[in-house]
C-alpha cells in the first residue's frame, strides 16, 4: 500500500521560511515523478514543483522560482520543499503527489500523479 505523508506545514510571516517533508512508502520511489502541489480555498489546484528522483531534473511553477527548492534523500524515500521569501500569496493546502512515470512537460497537471498525501496547510500572513 503507497502512502506520502506530509509535514512540515505551519503558520509564518511574510518573508519567513518553511521546509515541507514527504515521505513515501510501499512505492519504488525512484521510478516516477514526484511533485508538489497547492490548494487554497476557492481556487484550483496548482503544481508547484517536481522532482525526478532517478536523474534529479526538476521542475517549477513560475510563482515560485527563486524562492522554493524542491529535494530529494533517497536513503530516505524523502522529498522536501524548501520555501523562502513566502507571501501571503503562498497559504493554502500542500500535497505530496507520486507518479508511476517519469516528470515530463505536463508534470504540473494532477492527471500525472498516481498516489497523493493527505495534505499539510501552509498559512502565511502579511
Known amino acids: 500500500q503507497v502512502q506520502l505523508v506530509e509535514s512540515g506545514g505551519g503558520s509564518v510571516q511574510a518573508g519567513g521560511s518553511l521546509r515541507l517533508s514527504c515521505a513515501a512508502s510501499?512505492?519504488?520511489?525512484?521510478?516516477?515523478?514526484m511533485a508538489w502541489f497547492r490548494q487554497a480555498p476557492g481556487k484550483e489546484r496548482e503544481g508547484v514543483a517536481a522532482?525526478?528522483?532517478?536523474?534529479?531534473?526538476?521542475y517549477y511553477a513560475d510563482s515560485v522560482k527563486g524562492r522554493f527548492t524542491i529535494s530529494q534523500d533517497t536513503a530516505k524515500n524523502t522529498v522536501y520543499l524548501q520555501m523562502n521569501s513566502l507571501k501571503p500569496e503562498d497559504t493554502a493546502m500542500y500535497y505530496c503527489?507520486?507518479?508511476?512515470?517519469?516528470?515530463?512537460?505536463?508534470?504540473?497537471?494532477?492527471?500525472?500523479?498516481?498516489?497523493w498525501g493527505q495534505g499539510t496547510q501552509v498559512t502565511v500572513s502579511s
Open positions: 503527489a507520486a507518479g508511476i512515470l517519469r516528470c515530463g512537460s505536463a508534470w504540473y497537471t494532477g492527471l500525472t500523479y498516481d498516489y
Open positions: 510501499g512505492y519504488t520511489y525512484s521510478d516516477g515523478c
Open positions: 522532482i525526478y528522483p532517478r536523474g534529479g531534473s526538476t
